[in-house]
């Protein structure tokens, strides 16, 4: 079992930048793909970044690439979320998830085993 705990988010104006962070729990933290998604009121939840084990792959939202960056150390547990040119789109609760093996498509919600509890991201216009 493993527990995800998301902080870092909060409230920005638009144009800026925020960085979430993901520590769990357990020693097989580099044996799970790591995603972040995030649900706004009333919409489904979507896939926004995903990171593989080494970190050496990653794979983004069309909606979030060149502004997000997903990262993870592997030696503190963590993965993280800079997200920068933040939108008033943006704004939802972003979870991070983690997908054991077998691996199933980074972008499905389903495919992933973890969930943390979520932190709200608002972006002011």
């Known amino acids: 079992q493993v527990q995800l705990v998301e902080s870092g988010g909060g409230l920005v104006q638009a144009g800026g930048s925020l960085r979430l962070s993901c520590a769990a729990s357990g020693r097989t933290f580099s044996t799970y793909v790591m995603g972040w998604f995030r649900q706004a009121p009333g919409l489904q939840r979507d896939f926004v970044a995903a990171?593989?084990?080494?970190?050496?792959?990653?794979y983004y939202a069309d909606s979030v690439k060149g502004r997000f960056t997903i990262s993870r150390d592997n030696a503190k547990n963590t993965v993280y979320l800079q997200m920068n040119s933040l939108k008033p789109d943006d704004t939802a609760v972003y979870y991070c998830?983690?997908?054991?093996?077998?691996?199933?498509?980074?972008?499905?919600?389903?495919?992933?085993?973890?969930w943390g509890q979520g932190t709200q991201v608002t972006v002011s216009s």
């Open positions: 990171i593989s084990l080494s970190g050496g792959s990653t």
């Open positions: 998830a983690a997908d054991r093996p077998p691996y199933g498509r980074w972008s499905v919600p389903y495919n992933y085993d973890y």
